[in-house]
């Protein structure tokens, strides 16, 4: 999630709203990795969160606040896929068809992951502002507004690596989204998202493994 600011408003004062908003948006990736990953049988896969101090020199700082304006907070690790082949559609016919099954199972857990950030930060902003959180109201356009532009550019990227019809590329965005919104709504998910989010907001340390994630939600 990158929200951008020119570098002369680095000591600009973000309101508990936003800082509470980011929360819970990294929240909605972590526990998307564990819990989406887990419910796919997918294999385990490395991440952190990782809180560090912001010294950009350049022109837009891109400012992911946590705690203070001096900070920033971001997953690492994480997906599964990591890099996609150029060429995967031309050399299909060389992958088993398990092979495919597999890699098109963390293909989509991956997108799901990355369009529950937004949406975790969607939903708790309705909550806040003591509002239902309706799902008619929310498309991926709307998740821009909610921190999730870099998001969607990495599931375009995933998407235009992998299905070339344009027909099923919307078809496939379609129910990845409504799965994404699925997770989302579970109020199991929810809970473990609000207990993450609560536990970044007050942790102390740069760093949030990807051991303290799944203990914190396995032990509620």
Not at 102 to 131: R, W
Not at 161 to 173: G, K, Q
Request: include cysteine.
């Amino acid at each position: 999630m990158k929200r951008n600011y020119p570098a002369n408003t680095s000591n600009i004062k973000l309101n508990q709203s936003l800082t509470k908003q980011i929360a819970y948006h990294e929240a909605g990736h972590a526990a998307a990795i564990y819990l989406n990953n887990k419910k796919k049988n997918l294999p385990p896969i490395y991440f952190q969160i990782r809180i560090k101090e912001l010294n950009s020199p350049d022109n837009i700082i891109e400012v992911q606040t946590l705690k203070s304006e001096s900070s920033m907070a971001m997953i690492e690790g994480g997906r599964l896929i990591q890099s996609l082949p150029l060429t995967l559609l031309e050399s299909a016919c060389f992958y088993s068809a398990d092979q495919l099954d597999a890699f098109k199972t963390a293909f989509e857990a991956d997108i799901i992951n990355l369009l529950v950030g937004p949406l975790a930060e969607a939903k708790q902003v309705a909550l806040y502002n003591h509002s239902r959180f309706n799902t008619e109201n929310i498309t991926l356009e709307t998740l821009h507004t909610y921190g999730g532009s870099s998001d969607l550019k990495t599931v375009h990227e995933y998407l235009s690596s992998f299905i070339a019809d344009r027909h099923f590329y919307n078809e496939t965005l379609t129910k990845l989204f409504s799965e994404a919104l699925d997770f989302i709504n579970t109020p199991s998910h929810w809970c473990a998202i609000e207990r993450l989010a609560t536990y970044i907001l007050s942790h102390d340390d740069d760093i949030i493994s990807c051991e303290d994630v799944i203990t914190l939600i396995d032990t509620h």
